[in-house]
């Protein structure tokens, strides 16, 4: 990735809350071509509606932000980790990999929420940064994500940076899709 120096912030829920705007703006350039498809769960109101829910508690919600030579934030990610109580594995079409597999003790599993780059950044490696920038130092043994099976592009990179699918999943999130569960072993370094 010659020609051009990124930098990187972590920002904890509350932080984030104070990034709203930001948050919105880049979600609005990452994702034009989605929001104007008209689907209800990718309207712009839906997205910060899930973003307000994400950051509302400190559940150990981490935000890390992009932003390219002259200061301008150009990408986001972010998740958090799955407490004994969370919801995410609700709604797992698929039966269970292996026995005890959507057991969550709160440092098993972080979930990768989300990533996205503005248009004009894309396909410059900017996602992959990202990614590796919240997943490298978490503690916890494994990550998921959510993918929607005909976002192509983000897939196949999914699959290229290690992640492999492990079932479907609908989310309890009005209008929400059903999406391909996807797992990564944790720490970056045991990615096979």
């Known amino acids: 990735m010659s020609g051009y120096e990124l930098s990187f912030q972590r920002f904890d829920a509350r932080q984030a809350r104070a990034l709203r705007d930001m948050v919105e703006s880049i979600y609005i350039d990452a994702y034009a071509t989605t929001i104007a498809s008209g689907h209800e769960f990718d309207s712009v109101e839906q997205f910060m509606r899930r973003f307000d829910a994400y950051t509302k508690s400190d559940r150990g919600f981490e935000l890390v932000v992009?932003?390219?030579?002259?200061?301008?934030?150009?990408?986001?990610?972010?998740?958090?980790?799955?407490?004994?109580?969370?919801?995410?594995?609700?709604?797992?079409?698929?039966?269970?990999?292996?026995?005890?597999?959507?057991?969550?003790?709160?440092?098993?599993?972080?979930?990768?929420?989300?990533?996205?780059?503005?248009?004009?950044?894309?396909?410059?490696?900017?996602?992959?940064?990202?990614?590796?920038?919240?997943?490298?130092?978490?503690?916890?043994?494994?990550?998921?994500?959510?993918?929607?099976?005909?976002?192509?592009?983000?897939?196949?990179?999914?699959?290229?940076?290690?992640?492999?699918?492990?079932?479907?999943l609908q989310p309890r999130w009005e209008n929400a899709p059903t999406f391909h569960a996807l797992i990564l072993p944790l720490p970056l370094s045991r990615r096979t």
């Open 66 to 168: 992009a932003y390219n030579q002259d200061g301008e934030a150009i990408g986001q990610a972010w998740g958090w980790p799955l407490g004994p109580d969370a919801a995410w594995w609700d709604g797992l079409v698929e039966e269970e990999p292996e026995p005890g597999f959507t057991r969550e003790t709160g440092s098993r599993t972080f979930a990768l929420s989300e990533i996205m780059v503005r248009a004009n950044w894309t396909g410059q490696g900017v996602a992959h940064r990202l990614h590796d920038e919240l997943l490298g130092p978490r503690p916890e043994t494994r990550a998921t994500l959510l993918v929607e099976p005909d976002n192509e592009r983000a897939y196949r990179a999914y699959k290229a940076w290690g992640w492999r699918q492990i079932g479907r």
